[in-house]
């Protein structure tokens, strides 16, 4: 069974940084998709950052409100996905998710959530001075 657990949450001031980590276990994707979805109250849940590896073409993909600020990378050793939030603003807070697909999925699929497989319990980002 997979599991994925979200860790680095908290309270921040506007300009601060943050770190998340989405550890997975239970299984190693060799192929796949991970990313970090974020979802603010009464708001649906969007994606914000998305990795693909194993297969050509652009691995790592951002929604145009995080663009510039936060970096997604993997570590494979770890099977371990970060996202690192500089220059957080108040419209960043929201309860962030990582999430997992089986396979690697095409561009047009990426931001939908209905494509993921595995999601994680969330952790909450405030960013409020």
């Known amino acids: 069974q997979v599991q994925l657990v979200e860790s680095g949450g908290g309270l921040v001031q506007p300009g601060g940084s943050l770190r998340l980590s989405c550890a997975a276990s239970g299984r190693t994707f060799s192929s796949g998709t991970m990313g970090w979805f974020r979802q603010a109250p009464e708001k649906e849940r969007v994606a914000v950052a998305l990795?693909?590896?194993?297969?050509?073409?652009?691995?790592?993909h951002y929604a145009d409100a995080v663009k510039g600020r936060f970096t997604i990378s993997r570590d494979s050793v770890k099977n371990t996905v970060y996202l690192q939030m500089n220059n957080l603003k108040p419209e960043d807070t929201a309860v962030y998710y990582c999430a997992a697909a089986n396979s690697r999925l095409i561009v047009s699929t990426l931001w939908l959530t209905e494509n993921y497989d595995y999601w994680g319990q969330g952790t909450q980002v405030t960013v409020s001075s």
């Open positions: 990795i693909r590896w194993s297969g050509g073409g652009k691995n790592t």
